[in-house]
């Protein structure tokens, strides 16, 4: 169905890129008119509206990844343009969160309970002697929301928590954030004590945060970077995929 709310159509217009344009609206265009208003409420921050129309849509059967997949995603991936494109900032994306969290609290136990094969399964954590988690929760969130398994590690995380969960959950990628230029190089660190365990080709690596570039997270010896959290998702995809073939191969 094209975008028939007005207020979604109204922040459609944020997003400008063409690539982006055609891969949220596809995503928008799968839905209807319930979707849309769902995705508007996300958009707007509007948790009660998300809460109740989640478990309407569920109540009248829809499959809960085609609620998530039409309405709570396109939504996010709106907010993640405003954000990226300096149209929003934290404290908005924050209530946008909390939102999705909203929508996801009726979403998350029916796919677990579904079996559902993830795309794949990730340890996330911000390194050591850092305490900032804002991009990293949004990341993960999105994460969670594109079909991965996230296990989150919280902040603060020593390289030796990161072996351990990755091998305990059994992860195909290990994610790290940084944020202050002291911690950044406990990223190639973490990489490192993989390496000294024999562990390092056991998984992908990817580094981000907001003084994290590409050039640094190479550097450091990571697989992927990203510089937000719709990067971070393909990244993440784009890894995966080459692992599988790898693994096959
Ligand atoms: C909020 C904030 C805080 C909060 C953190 C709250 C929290 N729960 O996270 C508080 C107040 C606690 C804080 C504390 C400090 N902060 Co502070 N903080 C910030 C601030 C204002 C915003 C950071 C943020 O959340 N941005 C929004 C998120 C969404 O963006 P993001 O983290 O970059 O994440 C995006 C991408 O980078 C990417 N991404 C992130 N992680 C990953 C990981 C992967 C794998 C991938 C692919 C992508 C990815 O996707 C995200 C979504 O788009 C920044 C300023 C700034 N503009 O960055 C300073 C800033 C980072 N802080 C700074 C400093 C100095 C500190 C303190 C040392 C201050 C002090 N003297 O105590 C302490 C350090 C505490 C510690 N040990 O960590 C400096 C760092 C300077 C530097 N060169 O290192 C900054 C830059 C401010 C400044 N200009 O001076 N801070």
Sequence with gaps: ????HEGLAREFEYVTQEEERATILEQIEAGDALMQEMAYSLITGNHAAVDELTQKALGED???????DEG???GMAVVGVKFRDNLIFVPE????????KAGMA??????????VEPIGTAVFGTVKGDLHDIGKNLCIMMMRGAGFVVHDL???TKPDEFIEAADEKDADLVLMSALLTTTMPNMGRTI???EDMGLRDEYKFMTGGAPVTQEFSDDMGADGYGDN????????KELIEIAKVASSG
């Design 229 to 236: 959290a719709i990067s971070c998702v393909e990244k993440a």
């Design 72 to 74: 709570l995603i396109p």
């Design 1 to 4: 169905m094209p975008i028939v």
């Design 192 to 194: 490192a004590e993989f």
């Design 154 to 156: 919280g902040v603060d």
């Design 62 to 68: 829809r499959e809960a990844n085609d609620v998530l």
């Design 93 to 100: 994306v924050l209530i946008a969160a909390r939102a999705m």
């Design 106 to 115: 009726h979403i998350d136990p029916i796919l677990s309970a579904s079996g």
